[in-house]
C-alpha cells in the first residue's frame, strides 16, 4: 500500500535565504516543494523539480525557477563595474537560463530570460529558437530636454546590459528564428572594443541574425529588437544577414561602432559563405531607430556583389544617421547611407553629412548612396551634404527604376552650396525617377546627368518642382495647343541650364524655342529645334548662337547665347558679359521635365 503525503507535509520555505550560496548550502527536507534567496534586492523563487537545472541543494534536490525566468535563477552575478572594466562572467549561467527554456515541451519551447544587472560575457551568447533576452532597466538618456541630437552628443545611463569582453565572435547571436532581443544595452570591455572587426563567425559586431552558414537552405522568421543600445562594438552594431525573413528592429540606436551601424544584406559583408541565389533578407521593419558615429554607414541595405541577393520589402520608418564616416582615410565613405535594393521605402528619415570628426560641419559627399528598384522616400530630412543629398549608383546586371523622393527639406552649410538634389552616375540604366516636393539651398537644377553616353539612359521623369532651383517665377503651365509657358531661368555670365524634355514614348519631338531676355544685350531669339534623335538647333531670328552638344558655360564663342539640343534636352548658354534673367516659352507638343 503507497502511503499518501498530507498537503500538511509539503510545505514551503517562507523565509528567503539571504544569498545564493546560503540557498546551495541548505539541506531541505525532501517535502519542501519550494524555497527562495535573496540578490540585489530582488526575490527569486524556485520550486522542487526533478529535472531542474537551476540549482542542486545539498540535499541533492534540484530546482527550477518559479514565476518569470531571471539569469540569476542560474547563478548570474551581474557585477559589471565601469571603473575597473570588470565582472564575473556571467555567459554560463545566461546559456543555462536559455537552455531551460528551449528543453520544454516543443509544443510551448522558448521564452524569456531576464537581465537585471550589467553581466560580462566571454563568449557569444547563442539565443536558442522562442527564445529572447529582456533586461528589467530600459536604456534612456541622462540628459533631459536633450533636443540637438546632431550637435550634442547624446549620453546614456547604464540600463541591464550584457558587455562583450571576448575578441570572437558578436555579443548576441540568433540561428533559428522567433528570437531577439529587448530592453539592454549590448556593449564592450576596453580590450574588445581594440579588436579587430572579423569575419564570418569571428565577426566582433553588437547582435547578428543569420541562419547557419551551411550549404542547403536555412531560413528565420520572426526575429525582433526592441528598446535596445548597441554601442561601443568593433565592427557593425547590428546585421541581419542571410534568408531572415519578417524581422522588426524597433527603437534600437547604434553608437560608437567601429564599422557600419546596421547592416542588412545576404552576408557579403561579413564573410559569409554560402550565398546561393534568393538568400536575402526579407518582410521587415526599422522603426524609430538611430545610428550615431559609426566607422562606416549608418545603415547599409545590400550588397553591389549581390544583384540576385538584395534585401527586399523593407520599411524604415523615422531612421536617425548622424556623424557616419569617423574612420581614417583608407576607409573613407563617400555616403552615410548605402542602400542596394527593391520594394523599400523611407519614411521621415533624417540623415546627416557630418562625419564623426567634423562636428556641424558638412563632410559626406551624399546623405544616401542608391541603387535598385521601386525605392520610396517620403518626407525625409537630408541634412549637410556636401556635393548632393542622393547619388543614384549604376550596377552591371541591376538596374535602376521606379526611385522616387516625395516631400522633404535640404539644409547644408557647405561650401559653395550643392548643386543638385540627385546625381546620377555615368553609365546608369534610370528609368522613372521622380523628385517632387523637395524644398531646400540649392543652386542648380534637382537632377545631375552624370556622364551621358550611350548606355545611360531615363525614362518617364515627372517632377513638378524641377523649376524651383536654378530657375525664378512660376513653375512651368502647358495647355492643349502646344504651348508652355512660364519657365524663367536667371543665367550668370559664363553658365548654362538646360531644359529637359519627355519624348513620351517617341524617337523625336520637334518645335520652337522663343528665348525672350530682360534687355536687348540678352539676345533674344526665336530657334527651330528637334529633341531626341538627329537632334539640332536652328536660330529663325534674332542673334543668338546655335549648335550642336552639351553646353558647359565655356563652350561657345565669348560674348554670345548659344543654344544647342542634344539628345532630349535644350542647353542655353550665356556669355553675354552679364548674369540675364530669361524666359522661354514652348511651341509644341511636349512634356518639359
Not at 556571467?90 to 537585471?116: H, M, Q
Request: hydrophobic share 40%; proline share 4%.
Amino acid at each position: 500500500m503507497t502511503k499518501r503525503v498530507s498537503p500538511e507535509m509539503q510545505v514551503e520555505s517562507t523565509n528567503p535565504f539571504a544569498d545564493r550560496a546560503g540557498f546551495i548550502a541548505n539541506s531541505f527536507s525532501p517535502f519542501t516543494r519550494s524555497a527562495s534567496y535573496m540578490s540585489g534586492g530582488r526575490r527569486l523563487d524556485f520550486v522542487r523539480d526533478a529535472d531542474g537545472t537551476a540549482a542542486t541543494t545539498a540535499d541533492g534536490g534540484t530546482w527550477s525557477p518559479a514565476g518569470d525566468v531571471f539569469a540569476k535563477h542560474f547563478g548570474a552575478v551581474e557585477d559589471y563595474v565601469l571603473a575597473t572594466d570588470s565582472g564575473t562572467n556571467d555567459l554560463p549561467a545566461i546559456n543555462a537560463a536559455l537552455a531551460y527554456l528551449a528543453a520544454k515541451d516543443s509544443r510551448i519551447a522558448g521564452g524569456t530570460v531576464f537581465i537585471e544587472g550589467q553581466s560580462v560575457v566571454t563568449g557569444p551568447i547563442n539565443l536558442p529558437v522562442g527564445c529572447y533576452l529582456e533586461g528589467v532597466v530600459s536604456p534612456s538618456s541622462s540628459v533631459n530636454g536633450q533636443t540637438l541630437p546632431s550637435t550634442f552628443p547624446i549620453t546614456y545611463r547604464r540600463s541591464s546590459a550584457i558587455i562583450g569582453s571576448h575578441t570572437a565572435g558578436p555579443v548576441i547571436r540568433a540561428q533559428f528564428g522567433q528570437s531577439g532581443a529587448r530592453d539592454l544595452t549590448i556593449a564592450s570591455t576596453e580590450a574588445r572594443r581594440e579588436a579587430t572587426i572579423g569575419t564570418a563567425d569571428n565577426w566582433n559586431g553588437g547582435i547578428l541574425w543569420a541562419p547557419p552558414d551551411t550549404v542547403g537552405d536555412s531560413l528565420m522568421f520572426y526575429s525582433q529588437g526592441i528598446r535596445l543600445l548597441v554601442q561601443d562594438q568593433p565592427a557593425d552594431g547590428v546585421a541581419i544577414i542571410g534568408h531572415v525573413t519578417q524581422y522588426e528592429m524597433r527603437d534600437v540606436e547604434v553608437l560608437n561602432c567601429g564599422r557600419h551601424g546596421f547592416v542588412i544584406d545576404d552576408g557579403e559583408g561579413v564573410g559569409r559563405v554560402n550565398k546561393d541565389i534568393g538568400r536575402r533578407p526579407g518582410i521587415g521593419r526599422m522603426i524609430n531607430c538611430r545610428a550615431e558615429n559609426t566607422g562606416g554607414h549608418s545603415l547599409v541595405i545590400g550588397n553591389p556583389n549581390s544583384s540576385n541577393r538584395v534585401p527586399y520589402r523593407l520599411l524604415v520608418d523615422t531612421f536617425e544617421s548622424f556623424r557616419a564616416g569617423n574612420v581614417p582615410a583608407s576607409l573613407y565613405i563617400s555616403a552615410a547611407c548605402y542602400c542596394a535594393a527593391e520594394d523599400i521605402i523611407f519614411t521621415n528619415c533624417a540623415v546627416s553629412g557630418t562625419s564623426g570628426t567634423s562636428g556641424n560641419v558638412a563632410a559626406l559627399t551624399y546623405n544616401y548612396a542608391i541603387a535598385g528598384r521601386d525605392i520610396l522616400f517620403l518626407s525625409g530630412r537630408y541634412i549637410q551634404a556636401v556635393t548632393a543629398p542622393i547619388r543614384i549608383m549604376d550596377y552591371t546586371g541591376f538596374g535602376n527604376s521606379a526611385i522616387r523622393f516625395i516631400g522633404g527639406y535640404v539644409s547644408s552649410n557647405a561650401t559653395p552650396a550643392p548643386v543638385n538634389f540627385v546625381t546620377i552616375e555615368a553609365g546608369c540604366d534610370m528609368k522613372m525617377l521622380q523628385v517632387d516636393g523637395i524644398t531646400g539651398n540649392f543652386t542648380g537644377e534637382p537632377v545631375r546627368r552624370i556622364g551621358l553616353d550611350a548606355a545611360w539612359s531615363i525614362q518617364e521623369t515627372y517632377d513638378e518642382t524641377i523649376w524651383r532651383w536654378g530657375f525664378t517665377s512660376v513653375t512651368p503651365t502647358q495647355d492643349n495647343t502646344g504651348f508652355v509657358s512660364g519657365i524663367t531661368a536667371s543665367i550668370a555670365d559664363n553658365a548654362a541650364t538646360t531644359i529637359p524634355i519627355d519624348l513620351n514614348g517617341a524617337t523625336a519631338v520637334y518645335g520652337q524655342l522663343v528665348i525672350s531676355g530682360n534687355v536687348a544685350s540678352a539676345r533674344p531669339s526665336t530657334v527651330a529645334f528637334r529633341v531626341g534623335s538627329a537632334a539640332f538647333a536652328t536660330v529663325l531670328s534674332g542673334t543668338a548662337t546655335a549648335t550642336t552638344g552639351v553646353l558647359s558655360g565655356t563652350t561657345g564663342t565669348d560674348g554670345d547665347l548659344t543654344v544647342s539640343a542634344s539628345g532630349s534636352t535644350f542647353y542655353i548658354e550665356n556669355r553675354t558679359g552679364a548674369s540675364r534673367v530669361y524666359g522661354f516659352t514652348i511651341l509644341s507638343h511636349v512634356t518639359v521635365l
